[in-house]
């Protein structure tokens, strides 16, 4: 799921409304700097599923000529490799 940096200000201002309003947290830094933190934690999180699709396609030109051939199709073996990474990386989506 891609979210603009805009996107991403918003929800991270939105998360520490709700967690500031519950009294789940008490802050020892500036509201900014709080949401800039979360920011950050969104938007990383976000890059991991970017980050897996680039070592996949990385993996997959090995076999470019076998899918250039139709001997093998590019978007089953995608999700194929990319599940099989998922899965023991232990990552979630």
Do not use: P
Not at 14 to 36: Q, T
Not at 43 to 49: F, P, R, T, Y
Not at 57 to 83: C, H, P, R, S, W
């Amino acid at each position: 799921m891609k979210l603009t940096q805009h996107q991403i200000k918003a929800l991270a201002a939105e998360v520490l409304a709700d967690v500031e309003k519950k009294k789940l947290i008490r802050l020892n830094v500036s509201h900014e700097e709080a949401i800039g933190h979360i920011e950050k934690g969104i938007a990383d999180d976000l890059s991991v599923e970017d980050r897996l699709n680039e070592e996949v396609k990385d993996l997959l030109k090995v076999y470019e000529k076998e899918i250039a051939q139709g001997k093998a199709d590019y978007n089953t073996m995608f999700d194929l490799v990319k599940k099989k990474l998922v899965r023991e990386r232990g990552i979630v989506l």
